[in-house]
């Protein structure tokens, strides 16, 4: 279906990316006519923020399961599309307000870091909404481009400078894996959109299926670099560690929600009659991840690796719920919007304690927390028991939804190992916990947190718990946000 | 009536916690206060129970989480009704002794309450998920009572408590969801179900089962803790205060001999039939084996810890000997060890504050200072042992006697458990409370005062009434018992030795008692 004339474009659909991406720019010339204060440029970008979610809701509300492709087949709104960027768009909200301190340190290159936030949380948007491996790169490179940037964007630090090139490198060279990938299905199948890829297979019987194959695999493996699953989640704990902290729990997140965004696009949507064939690799990933994230994380002395590696095995779980097929893929979500909240929560709390722009947060540093703010250790309490999968946490239903679904697609093995690694995980979980209530401060300063950022924090919390004990709402929502 | 008798102890902790940190005079008289509801609701609940019904009683049902089939559905059985019974006593008096908490107090209380709803929920759960949700969510307020609130190593004992439970319990998470989708397999319209009556018609292949039983047999035998997997309970024990000693013993381990009885036996029978003999050596191993660790023990705190692991073994024992007799022994002595050792460790408590140590060495001749001490501990002790009169002799007769004729020689084994049970007990009293009175400490000791004697009054009083009169619980608990044994006969083979169902044996045994 190339279009003879210029298509007919629903501009409509597009609402909260154009209102992001055009926040943007409006921030960068803000900033260079007016000048404004660091504060009038961040309450800009939330409400920047802000509209583009309404937007979302409303296009959650008009969206359909059959929704059809526009630009020419490259983007398409579906209810999974639709429900990814509520959940770009609403933790990066939560992160933002978490994240005055930051911008106010970064002081006249704030408009650009909020600039780069906005594109970032588009691309990956844009990313998630792709059917065509083509667009699918676009968007992995706006928002990735722009985490480079944000990683190295205090730019004081060795520490921050080696993530920041790190990160560049290694994404690199991911991105051109999942390139190499996308060209291998083009030659197999002569289309690289995944609706037409997934035609062409009903259509036709691939009798020698090498290069698609290898093809699946190598966009498996750039978006796994994407989602930090293991063996591709090296850069992971070096990264969170330099980076920024006000900003790190942001990056980890939107990432890993267009990743899996992505990967489940590719894999549930394009591949789907393949699943014999790469079920197996995405267990396999799964369960290394599980593992290797579960004990390298026990082993961690510095929470924000701890938390990277924490997040190998998240990923581990939700490549669990997506190896178990289409109707899997609602546990992915539910465990995407959940654990990426979780997630956000404890950076804020790790930001709030170290400070905005800080490198590196030594778990001593967390001795006696309880002492010095009850708050902030009781949101990161609650953010890591609901991440250790604990029940009347999001983190249980989360664990329960997926291990239910790859159960039911006689992945028994892998749940398995999974229970296992869960249980492993909490000694982890645990240990910091023990060290922010159980052992004495070095110092008994009070630890202060801005306003927004204790209401950005009560209100993860409150999620956590609330949706963990009546998650009826979400798993509704995610039902219906299936691949079929 | 059962969802408030759940919820009350949760809106205690509410109301505790809205009370502010500095008026600690507060915190524990009104948890005490609190936590008197649900001991009244308990017993309007034990006594409108229906003796003769077999099934669940006073069922409530909401759908939960609809999309997977969770509900909060909870019901009442015989199994049950003790168990809740007993939690509701021992509750107020754990927190009437909790004096000697001194710091963060508040928080104390408020993890006590918020426990006491875990553990009345996970006994009064029907749905699977909703009892895993309680069994799993109870580690939080006791890791936190042993890892705030305990002694030296308090930090140990409660990361190796946590640690053993949470891996038990992961497994069986997965038999959890095996049986939920294996519902989804078997019925027409593909639901997931975790309702605990509906997968009672499940037809699991004795493959499956044999796996299932596994999964959820060894998250209670960590529980219990059977024999090999105790080695947390000691520490735990040890390490915990008072009141957290009292629960864990009184209460928590039962959950592991409550989630044998409840789903292993009924969900899997035909795989219950074949490991009997491995359930069973593992018990009299425990039996044995717990008996003779806590002779050497200096320390009586441990002393008392691994004694429950032996009275927990002919729980255990009395289970698999699949008998009517055996069964009600075990689903009696679930509550009498309950009351027996939630007092020995109330009275070693006591001895703590006094003395600052728990070394048996240490003491000596005390019954001259404290002779009402000695005299609760010389009760509560002789209860332990099994002395005729008290409800330990009731259970652990019972037990005996139903395993007998299915298990004969391993019967013979345990009942020297009753002999050891009363040497570790009897020489611990000859070496705290008689002997030459040694030490300006230990003279002037002070007696039980009017509170102390007025928490373990009640648990004496119990103590001798399930002694005399045990058809008070016997009879609501024979049909559920009955129940069990008949699904066991109607899915298997198996079939109950003579004397071994109710008619043969009960009317005799009770006759004895008496």
């Not at chain 1, 409006?26 to 000048?35: P, T």
């Amino acid at each position: 279906m190339i279009p003879e004339a210029f298509p007919e474009i629903a501009w409509s659909a597009l609402a909260p990316e154009l209102v992001l991406v055009f926040g943007a720019v409006a921030l960068l010339l803000l900033d260079v006519q007016r000048k404004p204060g660091v504060k009038v440029l961040w309450g800009t970008s939330l409400v920047i923020l802000a509209i583009a979610l309404a937007l979302g809701v409303w296009q959650w509300i008009a969206a359909t399961p059959d929704a059809e492709p526009i630009f020419g087949g490259m983007l398409i709104f579906d209810r999974s599309a639709a429900l990814a960027r509520l959940v770009v768009l609403g933790v990066s909200l939560q992160a933002m307000v978490a994240a005055r301190s930051l911008f106010a340190h970064l002081g006249n290159r704030a408009a650009e870091g909020l600039a780069l936030v906005l594109l970032a949380a588009a691309g990956f948007i844009l990313m998630a909404a792709s059917q065509n491996l083509v667009m699918m790169f676009l968007g992995l490179e706006m928002g990735s481009i722009a985490l480079y940037i944000l990683a190295g964007i205090a730019g004081d630090g060795v520490r921050s400078d080696e993530a920041a090139l790190k990160y560049l490198l290694l994404g690199a060279v991911a991105s051109a894996v999942f390139i190499y990938g996308a060209a291998l299905v083009f030659a197999g199948t002569g289309s690289l959109d995944l609706l037409r890829v997934a035609g062409f297979f009903a259509r036709n019987l691939v009798l020698s299926p090498a290069v698609l194959l290898v093809g699946i695999g190598l966009l498996t493996a750039g978006l796994s670099f994407k989602v930090a699953a293991a063996p591709f989640h090296v850069w992971a704990p070096d990264v969170y560690q330099g980076a920024p902290a006000g900003i790190v729990g942001y990056m980890a997140a939107v990432a890993k929600v267009g990743g899996f965004a992505a990967l489940a696009r590719v894999l549930l949507s394009g591949f789907e009659s393949f699943r014999p064939d790469w079920a197996p690799i995405v267990a396999g990933i799964a369960a290394l991840s599980m593992v290797v994230g579960a004990l390298m994380a026990i082993i961690s002395s510095d929470i924000r690796r701890l938390l990277a590696y924490s997040g190998v095995a998240h990923a581990g779980f939700i490549l669990t719920g997506l190896a178990s097929g289409a109707q899997g893929s609602s546990s992915v979500w539910f465990y995407l919007a959940v654990y990426t909240v979780q997630l956000v929560a404890a950076f804020s709390v790790v930001s709030a304690l170290g400070g905005a722009v800080s490198s590196g947060s030594d778990l001593s540093d967390y001795r006696g927390l309880y002492r010095r703010s009850p708050f902030l250790a009781l949101v990161l309490s609650v953010s890591l028991l609901g991440m250790a999968g604990l029940p009347l946490t999001t983190g249980f239903v989360a664990k329960l939804g997926v291990f239910l679904w790859a159960w039911r697609g006689d992945l028994e093995w892998l749940v398995v190992v999974a229970v296992v690694a869960s249980a492993m995980a909490i000694y982890l979980y645990l240990r910091v916990i023990v060290i922010m209530y159980m052992q004495s401060p070095a110092d008994d300063d009070p630890v202060l947190c801005d306003r927004p950022t204790s209401w950005a924090l009560g209100a993860a919390t409150a999620v956590t718990v609330v949706l963990g004990v009546f998650p009826q709402p979400l798993l509704k929502l995610v039902e219906s946000a299936v691949y079929l | 009536m059962l969802t408030l008798l759940v919820l009350t102890p949760l809106l205690g902790a509410v109301v505790v916690s809205l009370v502010p940190a500095r008026r600690r005079e507060l915190h524990l008289p009104l948890g005490m206060a609190l936590s008197v509801a649900p001991l009244g609701l308990a017993g309007a609940m034990f006594f409108s129970f229906d003796a003769g019904e077999a099934s669940f009683q006073m069922v409530e049902k909401v759908v939960w989480w609809e999309p997977w089939g969770v509900s909060w559905q909870l019901g009442v059985d015989g199994i049950s009704l003790g168990m809740v019974a007993l939690t509701a006593i021992l509750f107020p008096l754990s927190l009437a002794v909790s004096d000697s908490i001194s710091h963060r107090r508040k928080a104390f209380v408020v993890a006590m309450l918020f426990l006491e709803t875990g553990l009345i929920g996970t006994f009064l759960a029907l749905d699977l998920l909703l009892f895993f949700v309680f069994f799993e969510v109870i580690l939080v307020p006791m890791y936190l009572i042993i890892g705030v609130w305990g002694g030296k190593r308090r930090v140990y004992a409660a990361v190796k408590f946590f640690i053993y439970t949470a891996f038990g319990s992961a497994l069986l998470l997965a038999a959890i969801i095996a049986l939920a989708v294996m519902h989804a397999s078997q019925t027409p319209d593909g639901l997931l179900s975790f309702d605990y009556l509906a997968l009672l018609t499940l037809d699991i292949s004795p493959t499956a089962q044999m796996w299932l039983f596994g999964a959820f047999a060894l998250a209670f035998a960590i529980k219990v803790p059977l024999f090999p997997f105790h080695t947390w309970l000691p520490d735990a024990h040890v390490e915990a205060p008072t009141a957290g000693s009292v629960l864990l013993a009184g209460v928590l381990l039962k959950l592991g001999t409550y989630g044998l009885l409840r789903f292993n036996l009924t969900l899997f029978p035909e795989a219950t039939v074949s490991l009997v003999p491995v359930l069973a050596v593992l018990a009299v191993v425990g039996i044995i084996y717990g008996a003779v660790v806590a002779i050497v023990q200096p320390d009586l705190k441990k002393l008392v810890a691994y004694s429950s692991v032996s009275h927990l073994g002919f729980v255990v024992l009395g289970i698999f000997a699949l008998t009517s007799a055996g069964l009600q022994g075990a689903v009696i002595q679930n509550v009498n060890h309950g009351l027996t050792t939630g007092a020995l460790f109330l009275l070693v408590g006591m001895l703590y504050d006094r003395r600052h140590t728990k070394q048996i060495s240490d003491f000596g001749g005390l019954a001259t200072p404290a002779p009402l001490m000695a005299g609760f501990f010389l009760f509560m002790a002789f209860a332990s042992i099994g002395l005729p009169g008290l409800n330990g002799f009731v259970g652990e007769f019972l037990v005996l006697v139903g395993s007998f004729p299915s298990l004969p020689g391993l019967t013979v084994v345990a009942a020297f458990g009753v002999v050891l049970a009363a040497i570790y007990m009897l020489w611990a009293y000859q070496r705290v409370f008689t002997g030459p009175l040694e030490g300006a400490e230990n003279r002037k000791l002070a007696d039980l005062s009017a509170k102390e004697t007025a928490v373990l009054a009640p648990l004496a009083a119990l103590v001798l009434l399930l002694g005399l009169y045990p058809g008070i619980l016997l009879e609501r608990t024979a049909p559920s018992v009955e129940a069990i044994l008949d699904r066991i006969e109607q899915h298997t083979d198996y079939e109950a030795p003579e004397p071994g169902r109710l008619a043969d044996v009960f009317n005799t045994a009770s006759e004895d008692e008496s």
